[in-house]
């Protein structure tokens, strides 16, 4: 007879090995599976994250995709669920269900530049793609990561993004709207490191995340520099319930965000996103 | 010195004048020069007359507003390829903002009156001029409103999000009590997966 299949609504019960703390308000967790097994995912797909006692919140995976021993999920503390993960230290355990949801298409862009551009926490759910593309950088062509935060003090994986640039095979622009201290970086926001180019615009795919604001103007400049709708893809985010298409809670116009996203191709969703509280 | 015919070339070398017409490119050179700065040198100074615009072709240029109290807050970085300064064009022609050199600069400097000069005899080069700055301007304008939205908070709250203030939470689980909430989870989860099935 043939075992059971795992229920995909039931929590898997994960143990916390590591934190980090990213930011003033954003850290990072790094569990393991109590029962040992590993865990796949494609990169842009979250998990429901269970504090018991508490509730469940969808937080992408921002580890490396080639790593299946352990989850990684860098998160911002903004509520009640959120503020109660920030809470957990090592040992503590909590309940994950996922992976869920649509992957960035990395592998329909091979042989294609690739412009990453994020803003905020939004680097988290690219980082799994950026991790993708330098296990198979070959097959890409220029590979570009723009990245716009409020201030120097907001700038997430301040060691990844210099272990980026310091390779000689990729871009790493940093932008900041407000310079503090003594940075000598670029200021402006994000969308002005777009403009300034650097791929090929008929040959390259972007992936955006960050706020929705950011997002919808992001993916203008891109298209204003001669990419088209169909080869940039955004991350939505939307209050979710179940994360498998049942609830209706994250509906987004025709879609649910939890199935038919949280990555969406932009031709798809653009008229969407200049409509107010949709 | 740079002959004009040097400046011609360089100039045709900017992106900024892409696809422009020789005729109009020897006009311009006629109004530039190659001109350098050092760290933190003023370019251009907030409600001083401001008859030129520059080209940066090395190095970076601050864009900075220079409030009454505290220190200047820095808008915009500019690089090789930027453009700096358009109160030449626009009477009374007093610099709206302070742009200083971050480092050593190399730019071509193009002198505003005699530009303005050659584009009122010549109509071809005042719409070239126009047809370049007015986006560069547009750009600006555009990238200051969005610092204004502040492109990286959280997003404006939905309705949804709005139905109930958040609660403070309870203090995180200790790790021993876990595992019956787990199960306590799972029982719950297992109630709402079966009135899914239930439901057509
Ligand atoms: C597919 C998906 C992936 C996500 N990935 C991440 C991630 O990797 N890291 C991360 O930090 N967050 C991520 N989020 C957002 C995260 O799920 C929310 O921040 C979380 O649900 C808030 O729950 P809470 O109980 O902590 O706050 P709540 O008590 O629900 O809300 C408290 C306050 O936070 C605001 N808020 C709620 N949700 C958001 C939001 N999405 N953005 C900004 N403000 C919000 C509310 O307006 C409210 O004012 C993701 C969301 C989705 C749908
Ligand atoms: S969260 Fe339930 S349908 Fe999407």
Redesign the interface.
């Known amino acids: 007879m043939n075992a059971p299949l795992p229920d995909p609504m039931l929590p898997r019960v994960f143990r916390v090995e590591k934190v980090r703390r990213e930011l003033s308000d954003t850290f990072t967790l790094e569990v393991v599976a109590v029962d040992g097994g590993d865990f796949a995912f494609l990169p842009g797909q979250f998990n429901l994250l269970y504090v018991f006692g508490v509730g469940a919140i969808p937080i992408s995976i921002s580890g490396d995709p080639a790593d299946r021993s352990r989850i990684v999920h860098t998160t911002r503390a903004v509520g009640a669920v959120s503020r109660a993960l920030n809470g957990l230290t090592v040992g503590d355990e909590l309940g994950v269900t996922g992976p869920f949801g649509s992957m960035w298409p990395v592998e329909a862009a091979y042989g294609r530049d690739l412009v990453f551009v994020a803003g905020g926490v939004g680097l988290a759910p690219l980082r799994p793609a950026i991790n993708f593309a330098m296990a198979n950088r070959d097959r890409y062509g220029r590979v570009l990561v723009l990245y716009g935060a409020r201030t120097p003090e907001d700038i997430l994986f301040k060691k990844d993004l210099a272990r980026w640039r310091g390779r000689f095979d990729m871009d790493v622009l940093v932008t900041v709207d407000r310079a503090t201290g003594n940075w000598s970086g670029s200021v402006g926001v994000v969308t002005n490191l777009v403009l300034k180019g650097g791929f090929d615009p008929q040959q390259a795919t972007a992936f955006v995340c960050g706020p929705e604001v950011m997002m919808r103007y992001g993916a203008q400049a891109l298209e204003k520099r001669g990419i088209g709708r169909k080869h940039i893809w955004v991350s939505v985010e939307r209050n979710m319930k179940c994360g498998c298409g049942l609830c209706g809670h994250c509906q987004w116009g025709p879609y649910f965000v939890c199935k038919d996203g949280p990555v969406f191709r932009y031709d798809r969703v653009a008229e969407m996103f200049s409509v107010a509280e949709l | 010195m740079a002959g004009t015919g040097d400046l011609s070339g360089t100039i045709g070398a900017q992106p900024f004048f892409d696809g422009i017409d020789a005729e109009l490119r020897d006009l311009l050179a006629g109004c530039a020069a190659p001109m350098d700065f050092a760290d933190g040198d003023a370019l251009i100074r907030t409600g001083v007359i401001a008859r030129a615009f520059y080209l940066i072709r090395a190095g970076e240029v601050?864009v900075m507003v220079e409030p009454p109290a505290g220190p200047p807050?820095?808008?915009?970085?500019l690089?090789p390829g930027d453009v700096v300064g358009w109160s030449w064009l626009v009477p009374p022609h007093r610099g709206a903002f302070t742009a200083r050199a971050?480092g050593e600069v190399e730019a071509l400097a193009f002198d505003g009156a005699c530009l303005l000069g050659k584009m009122e005899a010549h109509p071809a080069l005042g719409f070239e001029m126009l047809r370049r700055f007015v986006p560069v301007m547009a750009?600006r304008l555009s990238?200051a409103r969005?610092?204004l939205?502040?492109?990286?908070?959280?997003?404006?709250p939905?309705?949804?999000?709005l139905e109930a203030e958040?609660?403070?939470?309870?203090?995180?689980?200790?790790?021993a009590g876990?595992?019956a909430?787990?199960e306590?989870?799972?029982a719950s989860?297992?109630i709402?997966?079966n009135r899914?099935e239930d439901e057509p």
């Open positions: 601050e807050i820095v808008l915009e970085t690089g971050r750009h990238a969005l610092q939205l502040d492109l990286y908070g959280p997003d404006v939905r309705p949804e999000m958040p609660e403070e939470p309870p203090p995180a689980p200790a790790a876990v595992r909430e787990a306590a989870a799972k989860l297992a709402v997966k899914a």
